[in-house]
C-alpha cells in the first residue's frame, strides 16, 4: 500500500539504532526524507548512510542531544517545519524511588515528556497551516502496566500521555494527528544489556534471562524493530487522519486487559 508520503519531511529522534532507527527506515522506504538525531556519532552517521544507499532519499543527521535546549534548537534549526515527528528518547534508569533525587524526577520528565512538548510546540501551528502533520511518540507499554522498577518513566510517559489526549483533539480537525507507540519487548541493544544486568544480578547466563522473558509473551517471541518501525509509518500515513490520541500497543499480547 502507498501510504501517500512520498516527498514528506520528518524528523526522527534518537534514531541511531532500535526502534528509532526502524521507524527512520520505514519511512525512508515511503520516500520520505530525514532529519535524524542521536547522541552518538558514529551510529548515527551509519545509519544514514545506509538509509541514503537503500532509498536514496535525503538524510541530515545531527549528533546531539535532543532533551537540552542547545540539542533542540540545533534539531529544529536543521529542519523547522517536518511535516512529521517522531519523538523518541532513552528511558530512566530503574531503581527504588526511595533512592530518587529532585533532580533525578527532573531529568527523567525533561526526557519522556518535556522534550516531546516542546518539540510539538515548535512543529504543530506549521502543520496546521499546511493541513498535514503527523506526531508519533515514542513511549513505553509501561504506560498500559507499571513497570514498578521503572517508576520515573511510568509517572514521565503517563504524563506524555495525558497531555497528548487533550492536545490531539484540538488539531484533529486540521489534519494533523498526534498517537503514541508503546513498545512492549523489542530485542534492541537496550533490552541485551537489560538481560545482562539481570544475569549478572542471578549468577546465570544472560540467554537464560532472555529464554525466560521470552516464555511470558503470548506470541512466545520478541519483537522486531522492523514490525514497529512499520507500524509507525502507518501512524504516519495519509491513509491514519483517522486515528488521533490513541496509544498503540505492540507487546506480543503480553497486556493481560480487555482494554
Request: charged share 20%; glycine share 10%.
Amino acid at each position: 500500500m502507498d501510504l501517500g508520503i512520498k516527498g514528506k519531511s520528518a524528523i526522527v529522534c534518537a534514531a541511531s539504532k532500535g526502534l528509532g532507527r526502524a521507524c527512520a527506515w520505514s519511512l525512508a522506504r515511503e520516500g520520505v526524507d530525514l532529519t535524524i538525531c542521536a547522541r552518538g556519532k558514529g551510529a548515527l552517521e551509519q545509519t544514514a548512510a545506509e538509509i541514503r544507499k537503500a532509498f536514496g532519499v535525503k538524510v541530515n543527521a545531527l549528533a546531539l542531544d535532543v532533551t537540552t535546549p542547545d540539542g533542540r534548537a540545533q534539531l529544529l534549526a536543521a529542519c523547522p517545519q517536518p511535516d512529521i515527528l517522531v519523538n523518541n528518547a532513552g528511558g530512566p534508569p530503574p531503581g527504588d524511588f526511595r533512592n530518587w533525587s529532585r533532580e533525578d524526577w527532573i531529568k527523567a520528565l525533561d526526557a519522556n515528556m518535556l522534550t516531546p512538548i516542546e518539540l510539538i510546540k515548535a512543529t504543530i501551528d506549521p502543520m496546521i497551516a499546511r493541513r498535514f502533520g503527523r506526531i508519533v511518540n515514542i513511549t513505553s507499554g509501561a504506560v498500559k502496566f507499571p513497570i514498578p522498577e521503572l517508576g520515573m518513566s511510568n509517572g514521565a510517559r503517563t504524563g506524555l500521555t495525558g497531555f497528548v489526549a487533550g492536545l490531539s483533539r484540538q488539531v484533529a480537525r486540521h489534519n494533523v494527528t498526534i498517537n503514541n507507540l508503546l513498545p512492549g519487548a523489542f530485542l534492541t541493544d537496550r533490552l541485551q544489556s537489560n538481560f545482562e544486568a539481570n544475569a549478572r544480578k542471578q549468577g546465570v547466563p544472560a540467554e537464560t534471562i532472555k529464554e525466560a522473558r521470552a516464555k511470558t509473551i503470548p506470541a512466545q517471541r520478541y519483537g522486531e524493530p522492523a514490525e514497529f518501525g512499520d507500524a509507525c509509518a502507518y501512524l504516519c500515513s495519509a491513509q491514519a487522519g483517522y486515528v488521533v490520541g490513541q496509544n498503540f500497543l505492540l507487546d506480543g499480547g503480553a497486556y493481560p486487559g480487555t482494554f
